[in-house]
């Protein structure tokens, strides 16, 4: 994926989808809102997917930890994170 490959990036959002999902919503009560930081997170995934290391932890556990950081961003400022 930190290739650019979509077909990757894809398996990778159907996948996780649901998990980053219920994260946001958990945390935050306006489904835009919600909707925006699920975005957030998968384009910060894609941005960072070659920093990521399975040995260190899973890809469910770092989509969950980009998602909270989004969700943190979107709390403190009302906007995305970049």
Known sequence: MSRGDEAAFCDLL?????????????????????????????????????GFLDSLGSVSGWLTHLTRLCIAARLHTGRPAT
Do not use: G, M
Request: charged share 25%.
């Open 14 to 50: 159907a996948r996780y989808r649901s998990t980053v999902y219920a994260t946001a919503y958990a945390a935050l009560a306006d489904p835009e809102q919600v909707d925006a930081t699920v975005a957030d997170a998968f384009a910060e995934a894609r941005r960072t997917a070659a």
